[in-house]
């Protein structure tokens, strides 16, 4: 076997292995096991079970095996760290939202470990001095992981296609094993892996791609400079006042800029080696690059238009980090442009490295303790709250709660301690104790991301029970749930009926639990109401009926609901 397929095969099985490893994280939440509800062990692991693979795959080489996984294990090493301190935010597990946490960490660590990968090809090449190297590396490796997604999506389509003819026929064998997990898992990250592998060794292919992306481009370029001066231009007869009143124009500024900088960059990739224009149009794009720090200069007060009004949220640090780097960037290009006049993509590979090097520092310094913006927002609302800018009852609790994970839990126990200002989750009326989850009164509409109604009042529910349906309403995302206490199969033993509701109260999805051999199972509650809409109210406060059969309709009101068997039964 040749030193390339032994390459490959080290790849490939890389890949393979990935699979398992994600499996098995995977596994431990539908299993319930000791990992999923440990998330200073979870995020860490997962970060790497996705990373460390994906980073040799696309760094390693025929002439070197050693060095790229020296590079990538050295920055796992940060992952690991990074991860930890992120899942130590998200503890205690379940007493807070970590939607928000987990979003901003994948988004923000996952363009820092893109940029990584970045410069350890980089310096794995020959051109570790040319900075211009970068651009093309990041071109390369965005459109090969792009393409790879591609083909696990087609080979996805294969397989439900494969597995629908095999149904025509009466065999269903094929479509139960494509709708386990491990299979799912293993496939997606063998088929990725493979798509990898294919699509490096096609250096030559991906370069064409790049080059009619940017000769697309290229044309589209003048035209956004053009745009960004026509507006500056029009902005003092329209005035600021206007620009400001949709709350769209910050982010609109900074989409602007991006797209500018980007656009640049792409387009004078080559620096002076090949420029894109010819000598009056390229003269005309550099002198219209001067737009920059007025666009800057507008967006930083867009930004601090709220801060006095409203302080610090994470939101808020986010974007006042895109600004700084993109004013950076414009600070650096003017600098550029005094300096070499129309000669100024010669600096462009130059200060490319630099710049990378300052967001990737940054984007881990804003998921470390050393630059938490979640502490950050915490302490400005705090500061709010201390110095009377907001009394008690115009604290919102539920933005410390939902955004603020960790810290913002802890600080919602001190309040209510000092203050007597509430956790949100322990001031809707409802408690999930030893015996189980119960309501005291109504749930008023919009108190909580998901609003419960048990029926009869005074339900209590089963723990086991609860966590089920309450999964069930986060993956489902539901706005309300309605649960219903009744005797379907006539054993002298409640089912229970579990209606799911979206945001405009319409019933989305309707089920029944039943308890079999001592757990929970779950079946399908059809409503026989063809394609008419059913709202929350027509549910809420009904009577309920049970009519006789073997497993026997559930009447709500004037809806008729009916219990389908459970697959086996």
């Known amino acids: 076997m040749s030193s ?13 292995a990935q699979g398992c490893l994600l499996y098995l994280i995977v596994n431990s939440f539908k299993e319930d096991l000791w990992l999923s509800q440990s998330p200073m062990w979870f995020y860490p692991l997962i970060s790497l079970a996705v990373g460390l693979p994906l980073g040799f795959i696309l760094t390693v080489t025929e002439q070197q095996v050693l060095k790229p996984l020296g590079w990538v294990a050295g920055y796992g090493l940060i992952v690991a760290l990074v991860g930890i301190y992120i899942g130590f935010q998200a503890e205690p597990f379940n007493a807070f939202p970590i939607d928000s946490l987990t979003a901003s960490y994948v988004m923000s660590f996952g363009l820092a470990s893109f940029l990584a990968l970045l410069f350890i090809q980089w310096c794995l090449t020959e051109d570790g001095r040319d ?8 071109w390369r490796n965005a459109l090969i992981l792009l393409l790879a997604w591609l083909l696990v999506l087609a080979a996805a389509i294969v397989c439900a296609l494969w597995a629908a003819l095999f149904v025509e026929i009466g065999i269903t064998y094929y479509q139960v ?23 490096r060794a096609l250096v030559e292919v991906i370069d064409n791609i790049i080059n009619l992306i940017s000769g697309l481009i290229k044309l589209l370029l003048p035209l956004v400079l053009f745009v960004a001066v026509m507006f500056l231009l029009a902005l003092p007869g ?3 006042d206007v620009l400001w009143s949709t709350n769209r124009g910050t982010g609109l500024l900074l989409l602007l800029m991006l797209l500018i900088l980007v656009g640049i960059n792409i387009v004078y990739a080559d620096g002076l080696d090949a420029l894109p224009y010819g000598p009056v149009l390229h003269r005309l794009v550099t002198a219209a690059l001067f737009v920059l720090p007025f666009l800057s200069i507008l967006s930083y007060q867009g930004l601090t238009l709220r801060l006095d009004q409203y302080g610090w949220t994470v939101a808020r640090c986010w974007a006042f980090m895109v600004w700084g780097l993109i004013t950076l960037y414009t600070v650096g290009w003017v600098g550029a442009l005094v300096r070499r006049r129309a000669n100024w993509p010669a600096l ?3 200060g490319n490295a630099r710049f990378g ?7 881990i310094l804003a998921n470390s303790p050393l630059l938490d913006f979640r502490k950050l927002a915490l302490a400005s609302q705090l500061e709010r709250l201390e110095t009377g800018l907001l009394t008690p009852a115009q604290f919102d609790a539920d933005y410390l709660r939902a955004e603020l994970a960790r810290p913002g839990h802890e600080a919602l126990v001190r309040l209510g301690d000092e203050l007597g200002i509430q956790d949100p989750a322990q001031s809707k009326d409802r408690i999930v104790g030893e015996d189980g989850f119960s309501q005291s009164g109504d749930i008023a509409d919009g108190a909580s991301p998901v609003n419960w109604d048990l029926n009869p009042k005074g339900l209590t529910l089963p723990v086991q029970l609860f966590e089920q349906v309450n999964a069930l309403s986060e993956v489902q995302q539901a706005a309300a749930v309605h649960v219903v206490a009744a005797d379907l ?3 002298g033993q409640p089912e229970y009926a579990v209606l799911l509701f979206d945001r405009v109260s319409n019933l989305t999805q309707s089920f029944y639990f039943t308890q ?3 757990s929970w199972q779950k079946g399908v509650l059809g409503t026989g109401g063809g394609l008419r809409v059913i709202k929350r109210s027509e549910i809420q406060n009904q009577p309920v009926s049970v009519q006789e059969s073997n497993l026997q309709p559930l009447t709500i009101g004037n809806i008729v609901f009916n219990p389908l068997p459970l697959v086996g039964e």
């Open 131 to 138: 900075g211009r190297v970068l651009s093309v590396l990041a």
């Open 4 to 16: 390339i397929s032994l390459t490959k095969a080290l790849m490939l099985a890389v890949s393979v």
């Open 348 to 350: 462009l590979g130059y």
């Open 357 to 363: 090097v300052c967001v990737i520092g940054l984007l």
């Open 489 to 491: 199969n006539n054993d």
């Open 516 to 518: 079999l051999s001592g």
């Open 238 to 240: 329209a005035g600021l």
């Open 177 to 199: 094993l494509f709708q386990e997990t491990w299979f799912i898992v293993i496939l997606g990250t063998t088929v990725f892996g493979v798509g990898i592998i294919v699509f």
